[in-house]
């Protein structure tokens, strides 16, 4: 339970800043949990990208965590370098317990390939859990348009799953918007986008989707799995 806030602030907070500006959405975060007690996940996706250029301009120095599978494109591990080099925050890699080695040794190889759940739960997380225990509230890029399971999505909403503050400042933006933002603001953006890969994760579990189809169609091809586990 955040120490700033419980459930019944948490609602008041997402009715008073129900519809209003990303920024002003970040501005509340980041002056109600302090330097230490919120960060931004980051996967130097589309949304996320936006979030750093903004919350950096609020307040530099910001705390911005990445999960780093070690199975991500080397176009990513690019975009990170330009991100780190671009902006003033405080940019943490967040890494699994066992390596992909160690991994292979326990559950065999390609264990994306037969049991992606686990591999998500081990790659992703629980390292995500073991950052969000140490905070009050975390922000994320998820919006309403993005999927069925993300239609819900609220500004602020209590993070059942993990007990602390969920910031959704896009919430309510849709792709155009987000694309608006990148190019007003040349925002060093990952280069994939721009081959018809809208999410991007994991090498083994991401495709480029095809015209007509849904943006996360290309996440864990083959499997009825849409999400990491991060949002449910
Ligand atoms: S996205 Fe794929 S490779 Fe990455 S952690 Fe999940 S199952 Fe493993």
Redesign the pocket.
């Given at each position: 339970m955040s120490v700033a806030m419980g459930p019944r602030e948490v609602e008041l907070a997402a009715r008073e800043l129900a519809g209003r500006p990303p920024e002003d959405v970040l501005r509340w975060a980041l002056d109600t949990f302090g330097p230490d007690g919120v960060a931004l996940a980051c996967s130097f996706g589309a949304e996320d990208v936006v979030l750093v250029d903004m919350a950096s301009r609020i307040r530099p120095g910001v705390r911005v965590f990445y999960l780093d599978?070690d199975?991500l494109f080397p176009e990513t591990y690019e975009t990170c370098e330009r991100v780190a080099a671009r902006y003033d925050v405080r940019l943490e890699q967040v890494r699994p317990a066992l390596s992909l080695a160690e991994q292979a040794g326990r559950y065999g190889d390609g264990?994306?390939a037969r049991d992606?759940d686990t591999?998500?739960r081990l790659?992703?997380v629980e390292p995500l859990r073991g950052v969000l225990a140490g905070l009050e509230a975390w922000v994320t890029g998820i919006r309403r348009e993005q999927s069925p399971t993300r239609a819900g999505a609220a500004e602020v909403e209590w993070d059942h799953r993990f007990g602390l503050v969920k910031v959704n400042p896009l919430a309510r933006w849709t792709w155009d918007a987000v694309w608006g933002y990148i190019r007003a603001h040349d925002v060093p953006y990952n280069p994939l986008h721009d081959r018809s890969y809208p999410s991007i994760?994991?090498i083994?579990?991401t495709r480029p989707v095809r015209p007509g189809e849904d943006p996360r169609a290309g996440r864990?091809p083959g499997f009825a799995k849409t999400e990491?586990g991060l949002h449910r």
């Open positions: 599978t199975l264990l994306w992606p591999c998500c790659r992703k994760g994991c083994p579990c864990w990491c």
